[in-house]
């Protein structure tokens, strides 16, 4: 099975709804919203990264709903929010938590990390980056091989390595550091 990808759901974070424009009127409804549309499109034997700003819960039992709720094998690369959140740090459905993340699917090297960068591991070679954080607000850099992952940019759902794949044949590669030598003329 392919791989999913998807970061910044905030489930229980109410002011996200007005911040984002979210088009729900409570909390619980875009909590439950966010369940349904992820198991939807992953299937329960599903390896789903989630590239941070999991929960704003604090409250065990909430959390334990929605995170025993979503299909697949969960992996969090920890985001901005996750790092205060100890209830969603030390959750027993992370098959694994970490600040950074490089895979193969195929033949092509993916880094993920919540933050969008300039220049990643292996970049100059053609690596995906994929992020969060930045709720779409920033602009598609098509002279890159990075995307925003996050759901409020796929439909609120988290989006399969074939979508990305699809989505990269926009990108175009250009290396920008310092790995690719420059003309001195």
Not at 130 to 138: E, F, M, N
Not at 152 to 174: D, L, N, R
Request: hydrophobic share 35%; proline share 4%.
């Amino acid at each position: 099975m392919e791989p999913y990808f998807t970061s910044d759901t905030h489930f229980g974070h109410t002011n996200i709804l007005k911040h984002d424009n979210r088009p729900w009127t409570t909390i619980d409804e875009h909590d439950q919203a966010l369940i349904d549309n992820w198991n939807r499109v992953v299937q329960p034997g599903s390896v789903v990264y989630h590239l941070g700003d999991v929960a704003w819960h604090k409250q065990g039992a909430r959390l334990d709903y929605i995170l025993s709720s979503l299909h697949g094998t969960l992996i969090l690369i920890k985001g901005n929010h996750d790092r205060s959140n100890k209830h969603v740090l030390k959750h027993s459905r992370w098959s694994k938590v970490c600040e950074y993340e490089e895979i193969t699917v195929g033949d092509q090297k993916i880094i993920l990390f919540h933050y969008r960068m300039v220049v990643w591991n292996q970049s100059h070679y053609g690596s995906w980056a994929l992020h969060g954080h930045s709720h779409g607000s920033l602009p598609v850099n098509y002279q890159a091989k990075t995307i925003d992952v996050g759901t409020m940019c796929w439909g609120y759902t988290p989006i399969s390595f074939s979508q990305v794949a699809e989505e990269m044949k926009k990108h175009s590669w250009e290396p920008v550091d310092l790995h690719i030598p420059r003309s001195t003329t």
